[in-house]
């Protein structure tokens, strides 16, 4: 077809197309029941005007952790006033100040502002707000690993367990989501005696599992008939080769974009086999064209620097070099780039205090270069 023909063509084999978005939250989630009646119990207390249970959600990755915490939040949001669930991205935000600015954006719908105000002024107004609104607060944090990393887990869980010696009344809980499950965090004895988490384990799926999920997205995206059950298994037997869910969800919405420009009405073989090839490279261009001016600019320096200079110290003089920033900017724009799967981010165990980290590009830079 021309690309006329695919912009202004009114036909679509897709019944809804969001439902193949990473972002979209299914209204029929499989195989987590247990788990999601255990992460109801743990809010259950604070229904009744008690403290909520703290909890510690153990799985890797793509097992349903952080669905089943959004739709459990967007629940109590729904059904009760009286707690108030607050989802963070560790990934994206490792600081005690990123942190509780997400936690004064749910209450009073502003970010505060990043400089000229103390953080015992954020941190007050939190605290006051749920005082007087006599509202239990629940935070998750989602790959907490992170904030231990970071060398901040301590001083966050101490700031948000141990909120009520400083406001009476105030009751609070915390979700820790682990995705290295590999990983054992280590608090001190002081968060330790307040935190004593209630373990939820979030097991991979099964291959019927997955096969069932995917059918349940082809239902809800696609119109009867579209895709083969031949098709279908071929794509679960990807899935289940890589481990990760994201991946068959990713490749059904690919390929039906893939046959609909074909101007085909059913998937076929030959599609599957164009988006197994093309998966991996159409990703990457849409990922790097989606880059901020600054996330650009550290991405090209990371590209082109050598194995042995793409440390964090190093990196960073030569971001400064180009465009001076706190580390702390630095800091969230080498998140943001291994939170976006361009890289991998590991601690060495060197350095002074023992966390330098060496930066290892996801892909070949050539098949980079070619989608920059």
């Given at each position: 077809?021309?690309?006329?023909?695919?912009?202004?063509?009114?036909?679509?084999?897709?019944?809804?197309?969001?439902?193949?978005?990473?972002?979209?939250?299914?209204?029929?989630?499989?195989?987590?029941?247990?788990?999601?009646?255990?992460?109801?119990?743990?809010?259950?207390?604070?229904?009744?005007?008690?403290?909520?249970?703290?909890?510690?959600?153990?799985?890797?990755?793509?097992?349903?952790?952080?669905?089943?915490?959004?739709?459990?939040?967007?629940?109590?949001?729904?059904?009760?006033?009286?707690?108030?669930?607050?989802?963070?991205?560790?990934?994206?935000?490792?600081?005690?100040?990123?942190?509780?600015?997400?936690?004064?954006?749910?209450?009073?719908?502003?970010?505060?502002?990043e400089t000229g105000i103390p953080f015992s002024r954020i941190y007050n107004a939190i605290m006051k707000y749920l005082r007087d609104n006599d509202q239990a607060l629940v935070v998750a944090l989602d790959d907490v690993n992170y904030l231990f990393h970071s060398k901040n887990a301590n001083k966050i869980f101490y700031d948000i367990l141990r909120a009520h010696e400083e406001f009476e009344g105030v009751r609070t809980g915390l979700f820790a989501i682990i995705s290295d499950i590999e990983f054992r965090y280590l608090l001190d004895k002081n968060v330790n005696s307040v935190f004593i988490p209630q373990e939820i384990i979030f097991d991979p799926y099964t291959r019927d599992e997955m096969r069932s999920i995917l059918l349940e997205r082809v239902k809800v995206g696609f119109y009867p008939d579209v895709i083969s059950d031949e098709v279908l298994d071929e794509i679960t037997d990807k899935t289940m080769s890589i481990g990760d869910l994201r991946v068959g969800i990713d490749l059904l919405g690919l390929v039906g974009n893939i046959a609909e420009a074909n101007a085909s009405k059913i998937i076929t073989e030959e599609h599957l086999e164009s988006a197994i090839r093309n998966a991996n490279s159409i990703s990457l261009k849409s990922t790097i064209s989606n880059l901020s001016g600054n996330e650009r600019v550290l991405f090209n320096i990371i590209l082109e620097a050598t194995e042995e200079d793409r440390v964090a110290g190093n990196l960073y003089e030569l971001l400064n070099g180009i465009k001076p920033l706190s580390y702390a900017s630095f800091d969230r724009l080498l998140n943001k780039l291994e939170f976006l799967r361009l890289i991998d981010i590991r601690f060495t165990g060197k350095g002074m205090m023992g966390n330098s980290r060496v930066i290892i590009l996801r892909f070949d830079s050539d098949a980079i270069e070619k989608c920059m």
């Open positions: 077809m021309a690309i006329d023909d695919i912009l202004m063509d009114d036909e679509t084999i897709f019944r809804n197309i969001r439902v193949f978005n990473p972002d979209y939250v299914p209204d029929e989630f499989l195989y987590r029941e247990s788990q999601m009646d255990a992460l109801v119990l743990c809010l259950r207390p604070a229904l009744k005007g008690g403290k909520p249970t703290n909890a510690v959600v153990v799985g890797s990755c793509a097992t349903g952790k952080t669905t089943a915490i959004k739709k459990i939040f967007e629940k109590v949001g729904e059904y009760s006033e009286g707690i108030l669930c607050v989802y963070v991205n560790c990934q994206l935000h490792t600081t005690r100040f990123n942190i509780f600015s997400q936690i004064y954006r749910k209450i009073f719908g502003i970010h505060p502002p």
